[in-house]
């Protein structure tokens, strides 16, 4: 919530795909950091004061005249800058230096010779391997810079203006894939900029609790609960600042998976570790009756998100007086709902999708600013068990974007039943704690097809199973999950699951496409 007074580093955002991932990079070397649309004006950049700041890769040509650009007085403030990707190549374009199509383009895992006396290279070895992903290439540097990094095919894998603070790498070091790329960030960071690291989770908790009372006053507040990870961690934390101020509403939207409502109540209830005031609302048929028909994607979750505003603001008025409307929003969320130049692909419900007439005075998000596994640290600082914390991301439309086409109670059974069973059978195979491996859920097709049972034809839904190995949602492999683990799944789903008469794997990576089905 507060990152005020914190050193800061701004991430340009030129439509790169790792523009979170370079924020995130830059957060585990304890600095804190933002992406702002490469549309920010040199002002509001100025007037943030940042450390350093680092301009993303991006899909397009510097040298197309409608291809994004930044006024390079930029580079004349004496703030660090560091260039990544086309990033590098806008450096190189806007001071002089020349870009060209690469005769020949170079994608993935790439060995650099660098120049070690530069301060980016501090303790990286002369030959590195980087991640690169380029067809442009930087033919000449400008005036003033030194190439610092070359490759067989990439002339100028690196170039820096040591004396302006100035660095430009073709290469990703933000992606794992680039072995010393994190030694790089830091060497930027703390060399370069002179952070000195004030981007910690103690601080940030309390922080944030101070930040929260200053805010929330003797007010009251009504946190929206959904039981997973995000809306866990925003509840323990306002209640840790406001006590009894505070009252979540857990609304049962009828599309939760098998069991969650009791466990959730079981966790935040009465009955449960924390001293909350609690509200489930079980508001299935009131969701059921505004989805019936509706088969857009989009549609869905914006009447999904509507509802829940609707059932939030009914138990507000109930309690009386509350000011204050709590979210779990987080990062990505903020992000992927359009805040930069890359297309939206999904409205999310907490942001995008919110109605234009909310009727509180005002939205908390405390965890606004935070990736995932720093709400997970943020978790773990305020003691909220493993089981809680750790637990896999579950969409907040729920089960509405995991029936493809209108959703029915009949259909929400079906999905809840063949997912459960899913998730059984990857827990007994102790695969859930493997590598990586992000989210697993089932979920329905609205396709129906023949198939045959005793000695009777049937015609019935096919679902579908879907695993990924993702360390940020961003992008995903599909997981290879073991072939006897897949077929028990699917033989327990056809035989145990009404209504189904087929199951499918999909294999699929994102992109292209996406995690979740709608
Ligand atoms: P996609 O499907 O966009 O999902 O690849 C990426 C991650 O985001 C989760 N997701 C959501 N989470 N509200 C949420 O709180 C939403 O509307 C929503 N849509 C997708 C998804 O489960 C995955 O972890």
Redesign the pocket.
């Known amino acids: 919530m507060d990152a005020k007074n914190k050193e800061l580093v701004l991430v340009l955002d030129f439509g790169g795909q790792y523009n979170q991932l370079i924020a995130r990079r830059v957060r585990d070397l304890n600095v804190y950091a933002e992406v702002i649309p490469y549309t920010t004006s040199l002002e509001d950049i100025k007037a943030r004061n940042p450390k350093g700041i680092i301009f993303t890769g991006g899909p397009n040509s510097v040298y197309k005249e409608d291809s994004p650009s930044y006024d390079k007085a930029i580079m004349e403030q004496g703030i660090p800058v560091l260039g990544i990707c086309y990033g590098s190549q806008l450096i190189a374009h806007k001071l002089g230096g020349e870009v060209k199509t690469a005769p020949v383009s170079e994608y993935g895992k790439t060995e650099v010779e660098v120049d070690t006396t530069s301060i980016l290279y501090k303790d990286v070895h002369p030959t590195t391997i980087t991640w690169m992903s380029h067809t442009d290439y930087i033919a000449k540097a400008p005036e003033g810079f030194k190439v610092t990094g070359h490759t067989d095919h990439c002339p100028i894998a690196s170039m820096e203006n040591a004396e302006k603070k100035i660095y430009a790498v073709q290469f990703h070091p933000e992606v794992m894939h680039s072995v010393e790329g994190q030694t790089m960030l830091k060497n930027f960071l703390y060399d370069v900029c002179g952070c000195s690291g004030d981007w910690k989770m103690d601080t940030f908790v309390e922080d944030t609790i101070k930040a929260i009372r200053e805010k929330v006053g003797d007010g009251k507040a009504l946190c929206a609960l959904s039981g ?1 990870v ?1 809306s866990s961690v925003a509840a323990v934390l306002m209640s840790k600042a406001i006590g009894k101020q505070l009252t979540c509403v857990f609304v049962d939207h009828g599309l939760l998976r098998k069991d969650e409502g009791n466990q959730v109540e079981s966790v935040f209830g009465p009955n449960g570790p924390y001293d909350l005031n609690f509200i489930r609302v079980d508001a299935s048929k009131q969701f059921y009756e505004k989805l019936a028909g509706v088969t857009e994607p989009e549609a869905k ?1 914006k009447i999904i ?1 509507e509802e829940f505003i609707r059932v939030f603001e009914k138990e507000a008025k109930k309690i009386g007086a509350v000011d204050f409307l709590v979210q779990g929003t987080i990062y ?2 903020v992000i ?1 709902s359009g805040l930069g130049k890359s297309a939206v ?6 942001v995008g ?1 919110l109605p234009d007439y909310v009727d509180f005075k005002e939205i908390v998000e405390p965890l606004r600013m935070l990736f995932k596994d720093e709400v997970r640290k943020v978790g773990q600082k305020l003691g909220i068990p493993d089981y809680l914390v750790m637990r ?6 729920g089960l509405g ?1 995991r029936i493809i086409g209108d959703v029915t109670p009949e259909k929400v059974r079906i999905v809840q039943e063949a997912d459960a069973i899913y998730r059984e059978e990857l827990e007994n195979a102790g695969i859930q704690k493997s590598a990586n491996l ?2 697993y859920f089932a979920a329905l097709t609205n396709m129906r097809s023949v198939g045959v049972m005793g000695d009777f034809r049937t015609y019935d839904y096919a679902i579908a199973l879907r695993a990924v190995c993702t360390a940020d ?2 992008t ?1 492999d599909c997981a290879q999950i073991p072939w006897d683990v897949l077929t028990k799944v699917a033989n327990r789903i056809v035989n145990e699951v009404k209504g189904v008469n087929r199951v499918l794997y999909d294999c699929t990576s ?1 992109p292209p496409a ?3 089905f709608e």
Do not use: L
Request: no cysteine.
């Open positions: 997973g995000d979750r998100g990505p969320d992927e692909i999904k409205s999310h419900h907490n999708g896999q991301p579950f969409p907040g439309p974007i992000g989210q949602f961003m995903a994102k996406t995690i979740e």
